[in-house]
């Protein structure tokens, strides 16, 4: 393995960040609406008089947009909407039985109320507006909440983000964001109720905000920068894979883009087109600093290494563009989504082919995975057992209880075979 460019910098989080959303999250415990509304006014610099976004407002916020967003986001609501049903039916209840006499099971019972949080900083993404809201409601989710930040513009959401809100038919919508966001959900206050899971992705406060909560309310994921890795040989298109590197650059200063190649060639005329592509890229200055201080290209001596190399980063995002791509993503094991082939670009994830682009990075999809239906379903298990049932369970029960010194389990096992005896007789 080579490292023809290696990570000069990273984002580092500030060193009080703990202290200030531990703030802001007793702040608003304590003072509510009043909190959220002063702390939005403080770091949003909009004014809300409250919180809840008025029915009429979604009405207004399709006449803000154009024809061609209303279109787009029907077509991608329409396509995440459809992967989460086809999602949904893998997931069956459960009722068997290996003794006789014990009946054992599981129900799947949709969480009763989420609250998605739809970032704003840069551009609107009414994209996650679907992404965190569609399936908690084919889940079966009974209230689903969506939150995010005030547009300056508009002193409300950004209506772009309004009409994906209403595409999702969300139940509630709040102007509010930040740390007094996941504050608000988590604790409840005059005008939100507290709700069961928090999902969506955010910046730095937003996630410390969720880590600090959770436990008291289930959350989805801790979301890192976003990452993407490209697994590709002599045959990939430069310019595609060159353009893909970018279009993960202009996420966030703090992205991660990474090229493992086979091809020293390849390696070499990406970076060259990658400068090139800067020249008219309208986001060249934040995509090409972020390629400068955290690009990577990697030359692997064989797909094989390239695919251990893969494994280990564990990346958000993996695309694949070989010669074999369906034999290499067969093997990667590590990753929050993958994308097969020089025709599947990660953008098509992010907005409109319909799985989820709330991913795992910081290589927790080592052990865990995306927001998916599933995410919003409790597997609640249940058991029936007959006294055919008990009279086998109890004994060993009944032994591994005493073994464990818990004795009212043990005596709990054993009036099981008390009430068993005469039925045993007869």
């Not at 029915?55 to 609501?77: C, G, M, N, P």
């Not at 043990?410 to 099981?416: E, G, W």
Request: include cysteine; proline fraction near 5%.
């Amino acid at each position: 393995m080579i490292t023809l460019k290696a990570v000069r910098g990273s984002g580092r989080v500030s060193d009080n960040i703990q202290e200030i959303v531990g703030g802001i999250l007793e702040k608003v415990r304590n003072e509510g609406d009043q909190a959220i509304c002063e702390l939005t006014e403080r770091f949003d610099g909009v004014g809300l008089s409250k919180l809840r976004v008025p029915h009429e407002a979604f009405k207004k916020a399709y006449d803000q947009v154009s024809r061609e967003t209303i279109s787009s986001l029907e077509f991608a609501a329409e396509q995440i909407r459809y992967f989460a049903e086809q999602q949904l039916q893998c997931l069956k209840p459960l009722e068997c039985q290996h003794i006789p006499g014990v009946t054992l099971g599981h129900r799947l019972i949709p969480i009763q109320s989420c609250g998605a949080y739809v970032p704003a900083g840069r551009y609107p993404l009414p994209s996650t507006a679907l992404m965190s809201t569609i399936p908690a409601k084919v889940a079966g989710v009974e209230r689903v909440a969506a939150c995010s930040p005030p547009s300056r513009e508009y002193g409300t959401i950004h209506p772009a983000v309004l009409v994906a809100m209403d595409m999702a038919v969300v139940d509630e919508a709040y102007c509010m964001g930040g740390a007094q966001a996941i504050a608000a959900y988590a604790f409840g206050t005059q005008s939100v109720p507290r709700v069961d899971i928090i999902v969506g992705p955010g910046n730095r406060f937003v996630t410390e905000a969720k880590r600090q909560v959770g436990g008291a309310v289930g959350i989805d994921m801790l979301a890192g920068p976003s990452e993407t890795l490209i697994i590709a040989d002599d045959t990939a298109p430069v310019r595609l894979v060159a353009v893909d590197l970018l279009s993960q650059c202009e996420h966030d200063p703090n992205s991660l883009a990474i090229l493992v190649t086979t091809s020293r060639r390849l390696a070499e005329e990406v970076q060259k087109v990658i400068q090139e592509e800067l020249k008219t890229l309208g986001t060249a200055a934040l995509a090409g600093q972020t390629w400068e201080d955290n690009g990577q290209v990697i030359l692997a001596v064989s797909l094989d290494e390239a695919i251990e190399i893969s494994d280990r980063f564990a990346p958000e995002h993996i695309q694949v563009m070989t010669a074999g791509d369906d034999e290499v993503a067969a093997r990667l094991r590590n990753y929050g989504s993958l994308f097969i082939g020089r025709h599947d670009p990660v953008p098509f994830g992010d907005y409109v082919s319909g799985p989820n682009h709330t991913l795992p990075t910081g290589a927790t999809a080592r052990f865990s995975n995306g927001i998916w239906v599933g995410t919003f379903i409790k597997a609640s298990t249940y058991e029936r057992v007959t006294a055919e049932g008990a009279a086998t369970l109890a004994q060993y029960c009944s032994h591994l209880a005493g073994v464990e010194g818990l004795l009212a389990h043990q005596r709990s096992a054993d009036l099981r075979r008390v009430f068993l005896a005469p039925k045993m007789k007869k």
